[in-house]
């Protein structure tokens, strides 16, 4: 089924005045050669299956799809009956508005590749959250649609260390990584809202079976399908872990502050004891933790950051979304991993190690109202009975 | 209006298996000497005003009614009208099921004892939240009720500093402190559940106007009332400092605990990350911040006070029912003035420094909420309008 919908672009200037050029400033210098890799895939679309189709893997198949170098198979649960029908209803800030979108094909579930001989993915990009400590793991879910040394994974997912439960499965595939600050989130089913613009950046995560220029070329290959609609700005970086560090300085702060004070990106800015007490003591304890790891992300990124969405987006970031939505909150990546780095480097961590065990117990709860966690019953203590 | 009320005792052995006799272990030792103080009282019932009618409240007009040394009258608010239709249906452990209880007078609002000639109150009870960030301040309200120089103002509320400012408004009365952990909510209006049994501990604010030996005598004297109808358990003590801080391991730790991450005092017991990596670490820093200040609070009671309310009751304290309910929630008193202490004498205090910013940031959402802060409208930055 090829895509087809209606699309009104986005006014010229996409870029909100006072706001710097890229959302990645200050960031590392740019590779911006891109050389065509997987030729045979420049003549045929490359065929990408794409698992998570929210609020960010929505966008991500409107990118590939528009840029005409991919066929997009996407794996939908709770909105796949509203896709078949209607499509996806889209107010972006990259692509305007968009309405009836359906990415090439549609699927209820992972499909089985050679169970049902289907033809190898050259991609298969992860855009779910990532919750370890609630099964199941990533690398079972997408097990069955992997060809072993030819599927290139990519992870546009946050946090750290995700990649090693993916290499540990498949040691002869690529697997990279995808930095994006893509602020999009579906406020009802099919219905997505689009208001900070996606710009990425895709590099390769070090797997010690594949060859390196192979990996590379991937990542340069993604890197030109993903952006080839204009529609967003797709870098090439070859330091992941500092793409991934600097990010946290936004995702391991200013995340978990919002979803537990219930305050937004917005509001946090306004309230003095979220910004100054809250969200920059705990960016600079990312900013140690990041140096004692070979990372030096510069002071003034801690007030670009916090200052990314503008106040009056009052935007909830993911983690904050979740809560109110009662769902699983990804924490253990993006809080935990780098508290335990830092901590493991001597760095000190008081906030942050408030911040994730406060997570821990919010997860906790969440788990025993879905059943995961039994506790012995109520008791009457009033002696009434 | 005398009080009148169906009284349906509790069995006799109300107190919890398991449990100590003493809610209050390891304390320091009880004065049992109760000397009667202020002779005429004890002919006349004491003229009390209580202000402040919800879980605590009522079951404080309950001690003090059913003792038969104390004439109570209440200022309500919300449950006024509940209160003088059908009174309060009481289910509680100390004193069975209470049907249709009225103090002996209620009242809609502060009265002005010299505008409308009132025969002057012996003691003003001050069960309201203590919520300095927020107007208007407790003096202020209670200023028409207070005859200078002769009433007494028992502070039964929690956290620290808490008599400096009534002090300074009333230089020549005598300020008491009440410090129990009597456990009980209003469900709703006029319905409350005693669950945690009082016991309370009494004992004079140190000020320098008055006499040392008026005070005890008004301390113990109000002792002798609120215990005298044996339905609690009410102790005098010189050292209010002591017990206070005591409180703290409770109220400081575990109270805001609770109340950020959503789960009651059985919860946090049974999710470790609650228990040992939150609430024990910012036990340890107010038993830290105490023994600066002067008062060693003995190791053993972080795990009393942890373990204080049995985990099947699934208390949730005050301060996460504030918030559950769309409170304001009390804080300054009883995280931000201990948390000061201990910082003031060097204390390191990171558990309780992140806790108290937290609770500012949460304070600051329901400011708003409340019309009392105002924030820039809401922007649309999708591009496509």
Redesign the interface.
């Known amino acids: 089924m090829a895509p087809s919908f209606s699309y009104?672009p986005?006014?010229l200037n996409?870029i909100?005045p006072g706001l710097p050029n890229s959302r990645h400033f200050p960031e590392r210098p740019i590779d911006t050669e891109i050389t065509p890799a997987f030729s045979t895939m420049t003549v045929d679309k490359a065929n990408v299956l794409l698992i998570g189709c929210g609020g960010i893997g929505t966008i991500g198949a409107l990118n590939l799809e528009v840029g005409g170098k991919a066929a997009v198979t996407a794996v939908l649960r709770s909105n796949y009956e509203m896709a078949q029908e209607k499509g996806f209803h889209i107010?972006?800030?990259d692509h305007?508005?968009v309405e009836g979108f359906r990415p090439s094909s549609i699927l209820k579930s992972v499909p089985d590749v050679e169970k049902e001989c289907l033809k190898p993915f050259n991609y298969i990009v992860c855009t779910t959250k990532n919750i370890p400590d609630v099964p199941p793991a990533l690398a079972e879910l997408i097990r069955p649609a992997v060809t072993p040394g030819h599927s290139v994974i990519v992870l546009a997912q946050n946090g750290l260390n995700i990649e090693k439960p993916l290499i540990s499965a498949f040691p002869d595939n690529i697997v990279l990584s995808g930095v994006s600050f893509c602020g999009s989130h579906e406020v009802e089913s099919g219905e997505i809202?689009?208001?900070?613009y996606d710009e990425i950046f895709i590099g390769p995560f070090h797997n010690p079976n594949v060859e390196w220029s192979a990996q590379e070329a991937a990542a340069k290959h993604f890197v030109d399908i993903y952006g080839a609609g204009g529609k967003t700005k797709a870098h090439f970086t070859a330091d992941v872990g500092f793409s991934r560090w600097r990010k946290l300085l936004y995702n391991a702060c200013l995340n978990p502050?919002c979803a537990?004070?219930?305050?937004d990106t917005?509001?946090?800015q306004?309230?003095e004891?979220?910004a100054n007490?809250?969200v920059r003591p705990a960016m600079e304890e990312i900013r140690s933790a990041a140096a004692a790891c070979g990372f030096d992300l510069p002071a003034e990124l801690v007030d670009f950051m916090l200052t990314l969405d503008?106040?009056?987006?009052?935007n909830p970031p993911s983690m904050q979304v979740d809560l109110r939505k009662g769902r699983f909150c990804e924490f253990e990546n993006i809080v935990g991993e780098p508290l335990r780095e830092g901590l493991k480097h001597g760095v000190p961590m008081?906030?942050l190690?408030?911040?994730y065990?406060?997570l821990?117990?919010?997860q906790?709860?969440m788990k025993?109202k879905k059943g995961l966690?039994e506790?012995?019953?109520?008791?009457d203590?009033?002696?009434?009975k």
């Open positions: 009104r986005a006014p996409t909100r107010r972006s800030c305007g508005l809202l689009h208001e900070d502050i537990l004070t219930d305050l917005g509001r946090i306004l309230c004891a979220g007490s809250l503008p106040i009056q987006m009052y008081p906030t190690t408030v911040i065990n406060m821990r117990c919010v906790w709860r025993e966690v506790i012995p019953p109520h008791k203590f009033t002696n009434t």
